[in-house]
C-alpha cells in the first residue's frame, strides 16, 4: 500500500519544508472554508453538518491508515463511545456543548491509548482484526450498559448554550459552531502530517526497520498516532451526538468502522484531501439510497470491490496524478 | 443433587454444552480462516458471509427442491465452495501481489454484497430449518438431558477438524500444501501448479465454512445477519490461537467457547465481551498468540 502513494508523499515532504503550506493547499483550504460557508444557505444545514462530522471522522482516519500506515477497522468505538458520553454528558449531567464534546473527546482519547497500546503490539493484518475485536467489545458493553439506552440509544439530547451564553437551538448558529470544530480539527491533522513528527510516521510507514535502525522508538510514535485518530475520531462522534440530539448503537457498529475505511478508500488514502471527497460521496450517496433499504450495503460493497480491484488511488489520488501534484 | 458453588448442575452443563456447541464452530471456522491464510495470505472477511450462505443454501435445497439435510451436508459445501472458487479467481488472485490488507478489504466489500442481497431477498427475520428425523430426541445422562442434534454437531465438527489436521500434516497433498506455504516458488518449480493449489485450498476453506452453517442451521435460525457478529469473535478465537497450527486453532475454538459457557453461568454479563477479555490478556502475555509463531 505504501508503494504507490509514495513518490507523492516525497513531493510533499519537499514542498512543505520550504515553507509552510503550499499555494495550491491554500487555495483548496480556501475554497472549501468558501463554500462551506455558503453551504448552510443553500442546502439542509443538518444535512451538512453530518457531511462535515463525517469529513473529521475520515481524516482522523486517514492520519491513521495513510500516514501512519495501520489498518484500523474498529474506529467505530472512539466515534460511538465518544458519541455516547457527550450525550449523556449533556442530557444528564447537564454540561454545556463544549464541555461535553470535551468529555466525549476525552473518552475516546483514553481508550485509544488502551486499545491502540494492546493493538500496535501486532501488525498488519493482526492489527486490523485486534482494533475490529475491541471494537466489537466497545459494542456489547453499549448494548448492555445502563447509561447507554440499549436499543433506543440516547435520545433527544439538548444543544444547549455554548458557554452557557449563547444557544445553539438553531440549526444555524449550530452550523458555525460545527464548521469551527471540523474546520480547526482538519488544520490540526494537516499540521500534524506535516511536521517533524508526522514525517517518522511516514517514515515509519515506508520502512520501519530502517527508522527502528536510525534509533526512533517506532512503538511510541505507532501509539501516539494512534491515539491522535482516535481523539479526533472522537470529537467528530462527541460533535454528531450535539447535531442529531442522539447517541446509538449504529455509531458503535463494525459498519460504521467499514464505512470510514470505505470514505478513506474512495477518496484516496495517503492523501490530504481525499476523505474530505471519499466522505462527502458516501455521506450524499447514503442521504440518496436511504429508502433502498439493504442495497445502500450492497452499493457499499461495490464500491469497495471496484475500489480494492481497479481504484486503488481513489478519487483525489487519481486527480492528483493528472494535475502532478500532491492534493 | 449436588450443587457446585451455588450453581445448579443442571445449569452449569447445560451451559457447558452450550459452550461446546459455540466452540464447535468457532474451531471450524477459524480452521477455515488458518487454511486460507496459511497459503494466500489474506484474511477472508466474507467467511462469515459464507457460513450463512451454507445455512441458506440448505435451507433453500430443502425449500424448493426438497432435498434433504443429509444431502446438505454434502452438496452445501460443494456449491458454496464452488462460489468461492469463482471470487477467487475472478478478483482475489488479483491481490496476492499487493499488501495483505487490500486482500481484507475486498473480502469485506465481498461480504457486504452478499450479507445486503440476502437480506433484500429474505429480509431480516430468519427462516426455520427443522432438524432432521434421525437425530429428534434427547439422551438422559442422569444429571441432565442432552439432545441428539447437539451431539451431532459436536461430533461432526470434531471429526472434521481432526480429518481436515490428517489431510494436511499426514498425506501428500498436505505436503504440497505445507510446502507452498513456506515457498511457493520452489514449489512450482518442482512441476507443482501452485495457483490451483491456491484457488482449491480457499474453495476447500469455504467449504468448511458453508458446512458450519449447515450444522448451525437446525440450532439458529436461517438469517442474513447470522454470520456477521460471529465472524468478529472467531477473528479473536484467530488472534488468541495464533494461526501457525491446524490443532491450535480447533484447541482455542474448542476452549474458548467453553470458557465463555462457563461465564454465562457465573457472570452471565461478561459473557459477550469474555473472549475479547482474554484477547487483550493474550496480547499483553504472548502477543504472537497461544499456538502461534511470530510473524
Redesign the interface.
Known amino acids: 500500500?505504501?508503494a504507490e502513494v509514495e513518490p507523492l508523499e516525497r513531493q510533499v515532504a519537499a514542498t512543505a519544508g520550504a515553507g509552510g503550506m503550499p499555494r495550491h493547499h491554500q487555495l483548496i483550504f480556501a475554497g472549501l472554508l468558501a463554500f462551506a460557508l455558503v453551504a448552510p444557505f443553500v442546502l439542509y444545514p443538518v444535512f451538512v453538518m453530518k457531511v462535515l462530522c463525517f469529513v473529521l471522522f475520515a481524516c482522523a482516519f486517514n492520519l491513521l491508515l495513510g500516514f501512519g500506515g495501520l489498518?484500523s477497522?474498529g474506529h467505530a468505538a472512539y466515534f460511538g463511545s465518544a458519541s455516547y458520553v457527550a450525550a449523556h454528558a449533556a442530557k444528564v449531567w447537564g454540561l454545556t456543548p463544549e464541555l461535553a464534546i470535551l468529555c466525549g473527546t476525552a473518552t475516546a482519547a483514553g481508550l485509544g491509548f488502551v486499545f491502540g497500546g494492546?493493538?500496535i503490539?501486532?501488525?498488519?493484518?493482526?492489527f486490523?482484526?485486534?482494533t475490529?475485536?475491541?471494537a466489537?467489545?466497545v459494542y456489547?458493553?453499549s448494548?448492555?450498559a445502563p447509561f447507554t439506552g440499549g436499543e433506543d440509544g440516547i435520545q433527544s439530547v439538548p444543544r444547549g448554550a455554548l458557554l452557557g451564553l449563547f444557544s445553539l437551538e438553531s440549526d444555524r448558529t449550530l452550523y458555525f459552531f460545527v464548521l469551527a470544530i471540523v474546520f480547526g480539527g482538519l488544520l490540526l491533522i494537516y499540521r500534524i502530517i506535516h511536521s517533524p513528527f508526522g514525517q517518522v510516521m511516514k517514515a515509519i510507514r515506508d520502512n520501519e526497520p530502517r527508522a527502528v535502525s536510525l534509533g526512533y522508538r517506532v512503538q511510541r510514535y505507532k501509539l501516539a498516532v494512534f491515539v491522535l485518530s482516535a481523539t479526533l475520531a472522537g470529537l467528530a462522534g462527541s460533535t454528531k451526538a450535539l447535531v442529531f440530539q442522539l447517541a446509538s448503537l449504529t455509531d458503535v457498529h463494525?459498519s460504521m468502522s467499514?464505512e470510514v475505511?470505505l470514505m478513506t478508500?474512495l477518496g484516496g488514502m495517503g492523501t490530504v484531501f481525499g476523505p474530505i471527497v471519499g466522505a462527502a460521496t458516501i455521506v450524499t450517496m447514503q442521504n440518496y439510497l436511504a429508502g433502498f433499504?439493504?442495497?445502500?450495503?450492497?452499493t457499499?460493497?461495490?464500491?469497495?470491490?471496484v475500489?480494492?480491484?481497479l481504484f486503488?488511488e481513489g478519487i483525489v489520488g487519481v486527480l492528483s496524478r493528472w494535475l502532478k501534484k500532491p492534493l | 443433587m449436588f450443587e457446585l458453588l451455588g450453581i445448579p448442575p443442571q445449569a452449569l452443563f447445560g451451559q457447558l454444552l452450550l459452550g461446546l456447541i459455540n466452540g464447535s464452530f468457532y474451531a471450524l471456522l477459524s480452521l477455515g480462516l488458518a487454511v486460507i491464510?496459511g497459503l494466500l495470505n489474506?484474511?477472508n472477511f466474507t467467511h462469515g458471509a459464507q457460513y450463512m450462505m451454507g445455512a441458506f443454501v440448505a435451507w433453500m435445497l430443502l425449500d424448493y427442491l426438497g432435498i434433504g439435510y443429509w444431502w446438505a451436508l454434502v452438496l452445501v459445501p460443494v456449491i458454496v465452495g464452488l462460489t468461492g472458487i469463482v471470487l477467487e479467481r475472478l478478483?482475489i488472485s488479483?491481490?496476492y501481489h499487493?499488501?495483505?490488507?487490500?486482500g481484507?478489504?475486498?473480502t469485506?466489500?465481498?461480504?457486504?454484497?452478499?450479507?445486503?442481497?440476502f437480506?433484500?431477498q429474505y429480509g431480516i427475520s430468519g427462516e426455520a430449518y427443522s432438524i432432521p428425523s434421525q437425530l429428534v430426541g434427547v439422551q438422559n445422562l442422569g444429571f441432565m438431558f442432552l439432545p441428539n442434534y447437539r451431539l451431532w454437531v459436536i461430533v461432526a465438527s470434531v471429526v472434521v477438524c481432526l480429518g481436515t489436521w490428517f489431510v494436511i500434516e499426514k498425506t501428500r497433498l498436505g505436503a504440497y500444501l505445507r510446502a507452498a506455504t513456506e515457498n511457493p516458488t520452489l514449489v512450482g518449480a518442482f512441476g507443482i501448479n501452485v495457483p490451483r493449489l491456491v484457488t482449491l485450498t480457499y474453495g476447500f476453506g469455504v467449504g468448511l465454512a458453508a458446512l458450519a452453517g449447515v450444522l448451525a442451521a437446525p440450532i439458529y435460525s436461517v438469517n442474513p445477519n447470522m454470520g456477521?457478529?460471529l465472524i468478529?469473535?472467531v477473528?479473536?478465537v484467530?488472534?488468541i490461537g495464533g494461526m501457525g497450527s491446524i490443532l491450535g486453532a480447533v484447541l482455542t475454538g474448542f476452549g474458548l467457547g467453553l470458557i465463555e459457557g462457563l461465564t454465562k453461568v457465573f457472570y452471565p454479563?461478561g459473557s459477550?465481551?469474555v473472549i475479547?477479555?482474554i484477547?487483550?490478556i493474550v496480547?499483553?502475555v504472548k502477543?504472537a498468540g497461544l499456538f502461534g509463531r511470530t510473524?
Open positions: 500500500m505504501a489498518l477497522f494492546l493493538a503490539r501486532r501488525a498488519g493484518i493482526y486490523a482484526m485486534v475490529l475485536a475491541f466489537q467489545m456489547f458493553f448494548l448492555q463494525w467499514g475505511v478508500l433499504g439493504a442495497w445502500v450495503t450492497v457499499q460493497g461495490v464500491i469497495f470491490v475500489g480494492v480491484l486503488r | 491464510f489474506i484474511i478478483m488479483r491481490l499487493l499488501d495483505h490488507l487490500y481484507l478489504l475486498l469485506f466489500g465481498l461480504a457486504l454484497i452478499i450479507q445486503g442481497l437480506r433484500n456477521a457478529d468478529i469473535v477473528f479473536a484467530v488472534v454479563e459477550a465481551v475479547f477479555v484477547m487483550a496480547l499483553l502477543p510473524a
